[in-house]
Nanobody, 124 residues
Framework: VQLQAFGGGSVQAGGSLRLSCAASGSIAGINTMGWHRQAPGNQRELVATITNRDNTDYADSVKGRFTISRDNAKNAAYLQMNSLKPEDTAVYYC???????????????????WGQGTQVTVSS
């Protein structure tokens, strides 16, 4: 299963960006999709996750500013980022966990995949 992330860019503090992540492949189902980020010199950290029942979880640092959503029919997830701060500057990665089909009889196996990352830069 491959993930592709879109939507990064450069904005001034207080601005907004919307990230998109699309999963492709022989997908049987996606349980959880999420966004993580990694700033230079820092470890990768969880930003937000959403389950296939639309249960969401957010890092304390983004609560009230970021909103994660998903479109199950499109195997896609989105991250609406408002009121951006310079400390939000990082490479953002999407992640998905679920099951994929393999073989001629459509057996399923679990997968956990990462997207390629998209740069978000917030200037003060």
């Amino acid at each position: 299963v491959q993930l592709q992330a879109f939507g990064g860019g450069s904005v001034q503090a207080g601005g907004s960006l919307r990230l998109s992540c699309a999963a492709s492949g022989s997908i049987a189902g996606i349980n959880t999709m999420g966004w993580h980020r990694q700033a230079p010199g820092n470890q990768r950290e969880l930003v937000a996750t959403i389950t296939n029942r639309d249960n969401t979880d957010y890092a304390d640092s983004v609560k009230g500013r970021f909103t994660i959503s998903r479109d199950n029919a499109k195997n896609a997830a989105y991250l609406q980022m408002n009121s951006l701060k310079p400390e939000d500057t990082a490479v953002y990665y999407c992640k998905a966990d679920g099951q994929y089909y393999y073989g001629p009889y459509y057996y399923t196996q679990p997968f956990s995949s990462w997207g390629q990352g998209t740069q978000v830069t917030v200037s003060s």
